[in-house]
């Protein structure tokens, strides 16, 4: 009997193209399906066009004047599993590490270049450009790091890419080779299929000894069924051709039944066999490989000959209805497999409308840029754990992502870029306010000189920042001629002491009063008399210079102490509601999740921003004056309460990430 699966060739891409039914137009095959009266002949037209087992094809049993129809959806059904099947293969061949491996496996495929799979092949090629070219960019970023252009940039020769297109060249032509000789081979077969038809014409209208004429018959026979592929436009027709004569022999063989009633019992115990194949069939776990045992079956059932008149309709019946079963749980399967790559393509299109809304407009330090750029880094983590999106809009999904991917970390360049030019103008401008205030710290014109000072630090804060190696000594040098100046001052203006010595006193019983707040006062009405002995302290004058510094620390600290403490329960509360409402959000679905992580990213964003001025700005301010110590206290507070807030945002932050990764 015929195997049309020919697992011994190569090319399979070529062989699966030969496994598809192809159907021909009614007015080609009219004359042979219309010159046998026997059922059995739409049976094998049926079997013929559906090799792929539709359901819709197997019910055209009936109406082999509708072949056109049956090919339409069998082709629907092949090309839904081929896209499936191209996933699993591309997760089964998943990229090498290194070039030198990818290399070594395909000279292993070079070997045996008729047997390798075109989807493994595509997939090396794949992986290796693709770290063929993270290196040529890893290469440019150095270039241009090391003060080079872009434009000046030349990557260097790869002998790794040249030996890799030699090889794949190899393989191509092989194939290529390969695949001319096979199209030759199909030529061959249709002139010897053609002269067997011939031949069995010749026995039909010149009948001659009858067990002559028959042993001829299964000659030809089993030639017709060691003759492997066609090409697949004749295919049809031949077999249409092929089973007229058959049949028109057997019915002109009346004069010796014994032969034509052997063969339709061996016939029929075979179709019986594969009829009780085919219903088994439909206990098999895995429906994929049930469809792939069902095409083998339905090759059998039809390179077996006809049975007596009165089974055909039966026993083609029986078949049908077991086919029918197993092509419904195949379409069902596949159908899953949409909806679940749907599923991904709809998870995955939530991440790329995240990367491309972000406001770049909000991205102005390098902070921002690095606290975006982790979040750009989950991301594509959290890309990999999604499956497959439908093959049609699989690379399209992917490249819109990449393409969001690069943008960012394009115009994270640029700004660095500018950023490090900026930083640089900023130290020259610092510098020359250092040699200002140095020029100034031993002038002993109080009120002149501290005035001028004073307009100095207010000029440096306007200055934005400088390198980190620089950051620390420029701003040492200039706080210290400052410093260096009020402190003279202060010694210079000693009769105030008096008045500091009481001072100090009332800032004292501050400091008791404030540590005198226990948790057994109310919240509200410890928060009320903290503001109260806060302002009271801005009211009070400058203390002691020596004892200046001790001071302070034990006032900040009590300050901070009191405002954790309240900072803690107050946020307590307000994520307890937040856990409390993150149910209505998943209700709304994932990208509603991403929305409001990517909300509270931005105020997390605003807060560091907002944290990192005020940290800036108590830097300049001293105890020079009553203002000065106001201006300190209220910043601290505001510090204080800035952090309590951020850290209750990055909180929610981690609740919404623990929900992805359990929707996940």
């Known amino acids: 009997m015929m195997d049309s699966h020919e697992t011994n060739l190569p090319l399979e891409g070529e062989l699966e193209k030969e496994k598809k039914a192809v159907e021909i137009p009614e007015s080609e095959a009219k004359e042979a399906v219309e010159a046998t009266d026997a059922p059995e002949a739409p049976a094998m037209e049926a079997a013929d066009a559906a090799e792929t087992v539709a359901v819709e094809a197997i019910e055209s049993e009936e109406a082999p004047q509708e072949p056109e129809a049956e090919a339409e959806v069998v082709d629907e059904v092949a090309t839904v599993e081929e896209a499936v099947d191209e996933n699993q293969e591309e997760e089964e061949t998943a990229p090498k590490s290194t070039k030198e491996s990818i290399l070594s496996r395909l000279k292993e495929l070079a070997q045996n270049a008729e047997a390798a799979s075109k989807q493994e092949l595509d997939s090396l090629k794949q992986t290796f450009y693709k770290l063929h070219n993270a290196k040529l960019e890893a290469d440019k970023k150095q270039f241009i790091e090391n003060g080079g252009t872009e434009e000046e940039f030349m990557p260097k020769s790869d002998e790794l890419e040249s030996e890799f297109k030699s090889i794949m060249g190899d393989i191509k032509a092989k194939r290529g080779q390969l695949a001319a000789d096979l199209e030759k081979q199909k030529e061959e077969n249709l002139t010897i299929k053609l002269s067997i038809i011939d031949k069995l014409k010749e026995l039909v209208e010149s009948p001659e000894d009858t067990n002559k ?57 075979i179709k019986l066999r594969l009829c009780e194949s085919a219903e088994k069939l439909a206990e098999e776990t895995d429906v994929v490989s ?248 801005g009211t009070i004058g400058h203390v002691p210079f020596k004892e200046k510094d001790k001071i302070y620390k034990q006032y900040h600290t009590a300050i901070d102490q009191l405002f954790e403490r309240f900072n803690i329960s107050v946020s307590k509360k307000k994520l307890s509601n937040f856990k409390s409402s993150i149910g209505d959000i998943e209700r709304d679905g994932p990208q509603a999740l991403y929305k409001e992580r990517d909300r509270l990213a931005r105020t997390r964003e605003n807060m560091k921003n907002e944290l990192s001025t005020y940290e800036n700005n108590i830097g300049f301010l001293t105890a020079s004056s009553k203002k000065g110590n106001s201006l300190l206290t209220e910043i601290n507070r505001k510090v204080e309460k800035l ?14 990430d623990e929900s992805i990764r359990a929707e996940s």
């Not at 077991?322 to 749907?342: D, G, Y």
């Not at 500018?418 to 510098?431: A, F, I, R, T, V």
């Not at 402190?487 to 005198?516: C, F, G, M, P």
Request: aromatic share 12%.
């Open 643 to 656: 952090k309590g807030d951020l850290e209750l945002v990055e909180q929610k932050i981690k609740v919404i």
């Open 290 to 537: 049930a469809f792939h045992q069902l095409q083998k079956l339905h090759q059998e059932f039809r390179d077996t000959g006809p049975v007596t008149k009165e089974l055909r309709d039966e026993i083609w019946n029986r078949f049908k209805a077991a086919s029918t079963v197993v092509n419904r749980r195949h379409q069902q399967h596949f159908e899953e497999l949409k909806e679940v790559e749907q599923l991904n393509l709809d998870q995955k299109s939530v991440i790329c409308e995240i990367v491309e809304g972000i406001d770049y407009n909000n991205l102005k330090t390098f902070a921002a840029w690095e606290e975006q750029t982790q979040e750009i880094i989950a991301l594509q983590a959290k890309w990999k754990t999604i499956g497959f999106a439908p093959q049609k809009m699989n690379v399209k999904i992917f490249e819109r992502f990449r393409k969001a991917c690069d943008e960012f970390f394009k115009k994270k360049g640029d700004f660095f870029k500018s950023l490090k030019e900026g930083m640089n103008e900023n130290l020259e401008k610092k510098k020359a306010l250092c040699e200002k205030a140095e020029a100034l710290k031993d002038s002993t014109d109080w009120k002149e000189t501290a005035d001028l000072l004073t307009k100095l630090q207010k000029e440096w804060k306007t200055i934005g920042p400088v390198q980190k190696k620089y950051s620390d000594a420029v701003w040492q040098r200039f706080i210290g001629a400052c410093d260096y100046f009020f402190e003279q001052k202060n010694k210079a203006t000693s009769s105030q002491r008096s008045v500091e010595v009481d001072n100090l006193k009332k800032k004292k019983s501050i400091i008791e009063q404030l540590v005198a707040i226990d948790d057994s006062m109310e919240t509200e009405e410890a928060e009320q008399l903290v503001r109260e002995l806060m302002k009271e302290w």
């Open 213 to 269: 004429s028959y042993n001829e018959f299964k000659k030809l026979q089993q030639q017709w069924n060691d003759i492997k592929l066609i090409p697949q436009a004749r295919a049809n027709e031949l077999w249409k051709s092929y089973q007229h004569y058959v049949e028109k022999f057997y019915d002109i063989l009346k004069l010796n039944n014994e032969f034509r009633d052997y063969d339709f019992k061996k016939n029929l115990e």
